[in-house]
């Protein structure tokens, strides 16, 4: 996990183990439901069967083992938390105990669009969500607490409350309509790094931009258009954090010498047990910044094994 093809990697995987072992079993749910690796099912056909069909497929495959939790009036699934009354699902929002709506603070260094879409699209996951009206508006209530919270003005949250509210829910449920529109008559997007100063480069390319309909090599530029784009800016994580790892060299570098662990100490009884080439076996040296002694503590050992020669 942490990688970009991990999630298509994932569906590829439990696509070809729901077919040779879901769909082939002589008892089959009524409904399921699969969003990558989390599955909602409604079984028909008694607890004792789903506690079998359970275990059917724990033991399907060596590496895929199932954690359920069952139940016959609500269960949650993701961020929704089903409810079964009378025969009728209905749909609620679902937190987890953990959950702090840590939203990003209003005071933040990223464009007020970016601020007001936030409410918005969580409000209009709200109203997908809830099955109810009465459902939506009191989620809603407590949803828009939290950003208040996190001091985004009351303006700011209650204007996306109404505007999600006032959409169909059955619309949103059936998503936008598919179209045929070729990647060629999309507009051009110019993405610029965001500061609250501004950036003097996006309104002198639109003051400019019609010097491209003087030419007919570029005209068709002129006429496709183009729109705007922000990414934030580096924060403190980006800074503070680095996801990439350094490479480790087969030989040294000429730019950075090895330097050999030395003791100035007589008759020192860890120097002579000091490997200085690396580990032969896998070809790897590791380098220190600094001489290493006898006096030096927490030092990384690699204790290789005389028999097996594994390290």
Not at 24 to 44: A, E, V
Not at 164 to 183: E, F, I, K, Y
């Amino acid at each position: 996990m942490g990688t970009r093809m991990a999630p298509s990697y994932a569906c590829l995987f439990m696509g070809r183990f729901e077919k040779l072992f879901v769909y082939s079993y002589h008892l089959q749910p009524l409904i399921w439901l699969r969003y990558i690796d989390d599955i909602f099912l409604i079984w028909t056909h008694g607890m004792d069967e789903l506690i079998a069909f359970i275990d059917y497929l724990n033991n399907a495959h060596p590496t895929i083992k199932f954690t359920s939790v069952i139940s016959l009036s609500n269960v949650p699934f993701l961020n929704i938390n089903i409810s079964l009354n009378n025969g009728i699902l209905s749909t609620d929002l679902y937190c987890k105990p953990t959950d702090t709506h840590s939203y990003l603070l209003h005071s933040s260094c990223h464009t007020q669009s970016c601020k007001e879409a936030i409410p918005y699209s969580q409000f209009l996951r709200l109203r997908r969500i809830c099955s109810t009206e009465a459902l939506f508006l009191k989620r809603a209530q407590e949803m828009a607490q939290s950003f208040r919270l996190r001091e985004y003005p009351h303006i700011t949250v209650h204007n996306a409350l109404l505007r999600a509210w006032r959409l169909d829910r059955n619309t949103l449920l059936s998503g936008p309509p598919l179209t045929t529109d070729n990647v060629i008559d999309k507009p051009l997007v110019l993405i610029t790094t965001y500061h609250p100063l501004g950036n003097p480069l996006v309104p002198i390319i639109k003051h400019n931009w019609d010097l491209l309909s003087k030419n007919n090599s570029t005209r068709w530029l002129y006429e496709k258009g183009f729109k705007t784009g922000l990414r934030r800016l580096p924060n403190l994580r980006n800074s503070l954090v680095r996801a990439k790892l350094p490479s480790l060299d087969v030989t040294p570098s000429l730019k950075a010498p090895l330097r050999l662990p030395h003791c100035s100490r007589n008759n020192c009884r860890y120097y002579s047990r000091i490997n200085h080439s690396g580990n032969p076996l896998l070809k790897k040296v590791w380098k220190t910044l600094t001489n290493v002694n006898c006096n030096n503590n927490n030092l990384v050992y690699a204790i290789q094994c005389m028999k097996c020669k594994l390290l």
